[in-house]
């Protein structure tokens, strides 16, 4: 099976209903970008070095010298992919135009970033989400001119984020997302002849998703400050626990001085409005 095959294989027909309101949808932004502002400051930092000086607050400058609530790539791309979504959302976001547009704003924004981890990724949180409110999407041959452009690690670690953001927005526990979410991303890998090994990105990526949801007891905090202190891509995985965690807890369980703390949390709070239009949408017109 090629790449193409494997990564339409992610888009099966799903019976879960869609449970995301609009404080789930402002949430998953808002918790990405407390997430990424609380790991940006430490993000060369190894896991050796974060455990003997935890990220415990929202800081400043630190090793980049950027003020306390600054974001970057992650936020700023999952903003940039739900303002996408809507300036071209057409017929109630039917699912083939959803899988079209998807696959425009991926050759677009990623196929030449050097980075496309921290693209691909907020993405695949997004899209997730957007997902669950689409049941009946079905593209195997929705995707036909996706190209091999990204690194086996992108499409094993996106996968496994689509899936957790799906499941999540289908009312599943994180922990019980994060189970389901890797064994349909193993599914994918092996379709596609992709090895993800035990030291892997992805490997990575689901021992700390596994850590945080199992320690934190659905707490926003320790699940966001455990995966910045992990040392794996501090602002990343900061963001992509901090997304899954404020899509879960909702916006209400995302401490307000963290928020208030964020440069631009206005313009982060209008792409999960933007988000929850496109899941009403997508509800109403029964896609």
């Not at 993405?123 to 990204?150: E, H, K, Q, T, Y």
């Not at 926003?220 to 997304?243: C, E, I, Q, R, T």
Request: glycine share 10%.
């Amino acid at each position: 099976m090629s790449v193409i095959d494997g990564i339409k294989s992610i888009f099966a027909p799903s019976q879960s209903k869609c449970v995301v309101t609009l404080s789930h949808s402002v949430g998953l932004f808002e918790g990405g970008s407390v997430g990424e502002a609380l790991g940006m400051p430490v993000k060369d930092r190894t896991a050796e070095q974060l455990h003997r000086s935890p990220v415990t607050d929202m800081l400043g400058f630190g090793d980049y010298q950027t003020p306390g609530g600054t974001l970057s790539v992650c936020s700023s791309s999952s903003c940039g992919f739900a303002t996408f979504m809507s300036d071209n959302e057409v017929q109630g976001f039917a699912p083939q135009r959803f899988l079209a547009l998807c696959n425009s704003w991926y050759l677009y924004k990623v196929k030449d970033e050097e980075a496309p981890l921290r693209l691909l990724l907020p993405a695949a949180v997004v899209a997730g989400c957007l997902f669950s409110a689409l049941p009946r999407i079905n593209v195997r041959d929705a995707l036909p001119s996706m190209p091999d452009l990204v690194c086996d690690s992108c499409i094993s670690s996106a996968s496994l984020f689509f899936g957790v953001s799906k499941y999540i927005s289908a009312g599943f526990s994180p922990k019980e997302a994060v189970k389901k979410a890797s064994d349909l991303s193993s599914k994918i890998c092996s379709e596609i002849g992709l090895v993800v090994n035990h030291t892997g990105i992805t490997t990575s990526f689901k021992n700390i998703l596994n850590s945080c949801f199992d320690s934190a007891e659905g707490e926003f905090s320790a699940m966001v400050l455990g995966a910045v202190n992990s040392g794996v891509f501090p602002d990343l995985s900061g963001y992509l626990v901090g997304a899954l965690a404020g899509l879960s807890c909702a916006s209400d369980g995302i401490p307000s001085a963290w928020k208030s703390s964020v440069s631009g949390i206005d313009a982060v709070r209008r792409s999960g409005e933007i988000v929850n239009t496109l899941i009403s949408h997508a509800l109403a017109n029964k896609v």
